[in-house]
């Protein structure tokens, strides 16, 4: 089963609000927060394009996009429209530091989590906290730095917390992460998430620059491949652009 991926940048999403829908232009107009409004344009631009490629829509006009809308579930997990009927896709988002990724398939019954951290410092706090004691061990024999196997195995449990559609709302020691054995394909390399009551999620993991990408999903799937050739996120530069306008002004749908 192929799941196909896509990462953009803030400055990759087009000025003005065109390319939203009326029900996401008006969404991203009440947000007073430059940190929020940030994250949701990138994410939903990253996104729409991911979903357009997915099911062969050409984005040469932006109205294109416009008529793409990623909704919310009433667990909260995203779900992708065209012209206000189901894509037809699976789908999962995530944004980091300026910087968004979407990962789609077409599969019946498959649900995706993706997530994107990266690679910074983590207390001995944080792992005593939000690991489990196998995860703390593996930490402290990994072969990389604290700051890379820590921020991958979060990174891990946010992408499986995302197929179980509960996000942080669970305990993230309710589920655990394994690195497995395997080969790497194409930077990618597997791993296996358990929640406490039973079962798998199968996932990858890449490292890409200053970034960890982890993806897991219901079922298993092969590693993911890019939705275009080059990944841009190897030579990404991590920003947060919204610190230069925290509090955003109030505006009207449509404005620039």
């Not at 109205?63 to 909260?76: F, K, S």
């Not at 001995?124 to 820590?150: I, K, S």
């Not at 990618?188 to 970034?211: D, I, K, N, Q, Y």
Request: glycine share 8%; aromatic share 6%.
């Amino acid at each position: 089963m192929e799941v196909a991926w896509l990462a953009r940048g803030l400055d990759d999403v087009p000025e003005g609000d065109g390319w939203l829908s009326p029900r996401e232009a008006a969404r991203l107009a009440a947000m007073r927060y430059g940190k929020r409004a940030s994250e949701f344009r990138v994410a939903r631009f990253t996104s729409k394009v991911a979903i357009a490629r997915a099911v062969g829509i050409e984005t040469a006009d932006l109205a294109d996009l416009a008529g793409i809308e990623v909704v919310r579930r009433p667990t909260g997990a995203p779900t992708a429209l065209i012209a206000g009927a189901p894509a037809g896709v699976a789908m999962s988002s995530t944004d980091r530091a300026d910087w968004a990724v979407t990962v789609v398939a077409s599969a019946p019954g498959l649900e995706l989590g993706c997530d994107l951290e990266l690679v910074e410092p983590r207390s001995p706090g944080f792992v005593r906290d939000y690991l489990t004691a196998p995860e703390q061990a593996l930490v402290a024999a990994a072969p990389w730095p604290v700051e890379v196997t820590a921020n991958l195995l979060w990174s891990a449990k946010e992408s499986a917390l995302k197929v179980l559609q509960t996000g942080l709302r669970r305990d993230t020691r309710s589920v655990e992460v394994t690195l497995d054995d395997g080969e790497v394909v194409a930077g990618w390399a597997p791993l296996t998430v358990r929640p406490v009551e039973g079962g798998a999620f199968p996932g990858w993991w890449r490292r890409s620059g200053s970034f960890l990408l982890t993806v897991a999903a219901n079922q298993a799937t092969a590693p993911p491949v890019g939705l275009e050739q080059a990944d841009a996120l190897a030579g990404a530069a991590p920003s947060h652009r919204w610190l230069q306008q925290p509090l955003r002004p109030a505006r009207s749908p449509g404005s620039t």
